[in-house]
């Protein structure tokens, strides 16, 4: 009977039992014999406080161990390791409580993170939650995925002990007798084990569920079902958030088209009326670009009210919905809902619409390069102890370095510019889905502060005053500059949306002159560079000059001075003690200006996929000897220029593995040359 019950895979209740006869004689002086109290893997009851007769029944529970290691399949040591760390601890989750927003936290970190607070924000998307009752964080729900990935670390560590013990060789040998009277007796136990109050019951009593894929008795499916309705609420506020991140979208995607209509007029007008087709054709196709970018976002607009309506029909469905029924809507819209979130944040970013003056066109590009030129290490033997000494051991230097990351980071869904502080060497990331720029400390890949305001809506690029103390962060959609203290105290915001001196429109790149004490504010859709004092007093502009413009009317031919720009869409700047280098995207160029007198000096670049070109490039910055950092964005790489614009080196690809990159949104170069870089598809920060 005992051999036949040992096949069967189930539960299995060992019975064993020992007995012995009262001691002969005294006790013997000396340390005692281990009783059975100390006996096996857990203690059995205190010990008899006579030595009298011992009669003790121990029962384990016990699962037949599987043999050889875990499948790849069952285990993957990383990506269950982040799943299940709290983001605030960085230790496993224990006790997990989910907030409304879905991210899950410990339970005593949420208690201490919350305490005394009647409103707090998500330590993750800074969503605010209202604290209802003292009991609040005690109420959240659990994560029922997460809760499944600790009971699958627990019982598989669990496993992996119970093969290393053999509790029937460790039982005791009374004294006075030489062979131990042991009976073992296992008994077949049938049902199915309920996976949150371990309880076994009948078959008919226990449901599964197809979401999580686990079972559960009658009592803990009912709360299993109320957990599920919590967080159909948890993603109607995620639909909310998002319908709102579109309409900001679509308002900065307009405020494009327009754009583009006004630099095609102003175009045609320079042409005059030889190229009046060429205008017509051009606006039939801004025109056209404008309609498909309307109809694709209503089409996410009805789709996002379908999910929102399914939610709340959901969370107000009555107790005749069979629960079968609840959980496959539940699974649709989950799922519905994430495919939505992820057309959102790709919507208007695959394709980069932008006026070529030059060929007088509009230049769509949606294809990623495969095939982009790149460079392998060059092996050499003139490697300097100091790469810094001059320009030729410098370039020596990054022709034979290896650009591959040593960390990755991956903390935040889309990070922006990226930079390190003068105070504490600290990481400043933007993210530009969080509406906040994380303070990370380098040495432990820990989050130290969080900065963030009422207002801010897309952090892109990040730039410090050391001499005043002040952090400076560029919001594309607000259309304005924040400026925190150096504690991270919201200080105050310079400019607004507009076209006049000290406005902007969609700025992003910002750099610092130390020695001035002034602000270089890249305005990307005024297509100039603005330089200003930290108090938003603008001092010059770059890239905007002024000529003489023939124009026809009634009376004739008439001449007049227009103010026009030499830079189509700028992204990024950076300074060196006499220069100031602008990355002017929508021409493919790096152009160089002397910081006295603002005449250009040097201009490199042009479209295409070999080494020197550029594809999209949206971010530079450059080292100590003033080497030019160039993120090639739209071939994945980054290239190196001297700074007379001699290429030096390329790395980097299309891809998701170390060393590739899919889009690259911020790039630093330390003082020891090590070099960052936040890369926006991949949602990661390589340290290089």
């Not at 002969?24 to 006996?39: D, F, N, Q, T, Y």
Request: proline share 5%.
């Amino acid at each position: 009977m005992a051999e036949k019950a040992s096949k069967n895979r189930g539960l299995f209740i060992s019975l064993k039992r020992w007995g012995s006869q009262s001691k002969v004689g005294p006790a013997s002086p000396g340390p005692a014999s281990p009783g059975p109290a100390s006996l096996g893997p857990a203690s059995l009851g205190p010990a008899s406080p006579s030595p009298g007769v011992v009669n003790r029944t121990m029962i384990t529970v016990t699962r037949p161990s599987q043999s050889g290691p875990p499948s790849p399949k069952e285990f993957s040591a990383t990506g269950i390791e982040e799943l299940i760390q709290c983001s605030l601890c960085l230790e496993d989750l224990h006790n997990p409580k989910m907030l409304p927003c879905q991210h899950t936290f410990c339970f005593a970190c949420l208690t201490v993170y919350s305490s005394d607070l009647h409103v707090f924000d998500c330590p993750t998307c800074r969503t605010r939650i209202q604290v209802t009752s003292p009991s609040f964080i005690d109420s959240l729900p659990s994560n029922l995925y997460i809760d499944s990935l600790l009971n699958l670390v627990k019982n598989r560590g669990a496993d992996s002990q119970q093969g290393k013990r053999n509790i029937a060789k460790t039982e005791p040998t009374l004294p006075g007798h030489g062979v131990q009277s042991l009976q073992s007796v296992q008994l077949f136990a049938g049902g199915v084990p309920c996976s949150q109050c371990k309880t076994v019951c009948d078959s008919p009593d226990v449901t599964s569920c197809q979401h999580c894929k686990q079972k559960f008795c009658r009592l803990c499916w009912s709360q299993h079902m109320e957990d599920i309705q919590t967080q159909v609420a948890s993603i109607l506020k995620q639909l909310d958030t998002a319908a709102s991140r579109l309409d900001h979208k679509i308002e900065d995607y307009k405020d494009r088209c327009e754009h583009l209509t006004e630099q095609i007029n102003l175009a045609a007008d320079e042409k005059i009326n030889e190229i009046l087709e060429s205008k017509d054709k051009l606006l039939k196709e801004a025109a056209t670009l404008t309609k498909t970018g309307d109809i694709n976002a209503l089409a996410l607009k009805i789709s996002l009210n379908e999910a929102r309506v399914v939610a709340k029909k959901a969370m107000n469905s009555d107790d005749g919905v069979k629960d079968a029924d609840k959980v496959f809507t539940f699974i649709n819209l989950h799922q519905n809902t994430l495919q939505l979130l992820s057309d959102i944040s790709k919507w208007d970013s695959e394709r980069f619409i932008i006026f070529n003056k030059e060929n007088f066109s509009i230049e769509v590009d949606a294809a990623t390069p495969l095939y982009a030129e790149s460079d392998e290490p060059l092996p050499t033997d003139n490697k300097t102890k100091n790469p810094l000494e001059n320009e030729n051991s410098l370039m020596v230097h990054y022709r034979s370095r290896n650009f591959i990351p040593h960390f990755t980071w991956r903390k935040t869904s889309r990070p922006g510019g990226v930079g390190v502080d003068p105070w504490n060497n600290y990481l400043y990331i933007c993210g530009m889905d969080t509406h906040s720029v994380l303070v990370i400390e380098c040495s432990h890949a820990k989050i130290v502060a969080r900065l963030s305001s009422e207002e801010m809506l897309c952090p892109v690029h990040v730039a410090f005053m050391k001499s005043l103390g002040e952090v400076y962060v560029t919001d594309k959609w607000k259309h304005c500059i924040h400026v925190f203290s150096k504690e991270g105290s919201y200080l105050r915001t310079v400019g607004s949306k507009g076209s006049r001196a000290g406005m902007f429109r969609s700025p992003e790149g910002v750099a610092t002159d130390e020695r001035n004490g002034l602000l270089y504010v890249v305005d990307t859709g005024n297509d100039r560079v603005q330089v200003m004092q930290p108090d938003g007093k603008v001092v010059d502009l770059l890239g905007v000059v002024t000529k003489n413009q023939v124009t026809t009317s009634y009376t004739g031919w008439q001449a007049k001075e227009v103010t026009c720009t030499e830079l189509n869409a700028p992204t990024d700047v950076a300074l060196t003690h006499d220069r100031v280098i602008i990355l002017d995207s929508g021409n493919r160029r790096v152009k160089v200006y002397n910081k006295k007198d603002k005449q250009k000096i040097l201009e490199f670049g042009s479209l295409g996929q070999r080494k020197g070109q550029f594809r999209q490039p949206e971010v530079l910055t450059v080292d100590a000897l003033g080497f030019i950092f160039v993120g090639d964005s739209g071939n994945s790489r980054v290239q190196v220029f001297k700074p007379n614009g001699q290429l030096v080196r390329v790395f980097g690809g299309y891809g998701a593995e170390p060393g590739k990159f899919g889009w690259i949104s911020g790039i630093h170069v330390t003082p020891q040359l090590d070099v960052i870089i936040s890369d926006t598809k991949n949602h990661s920060v390589n340290f290089i």
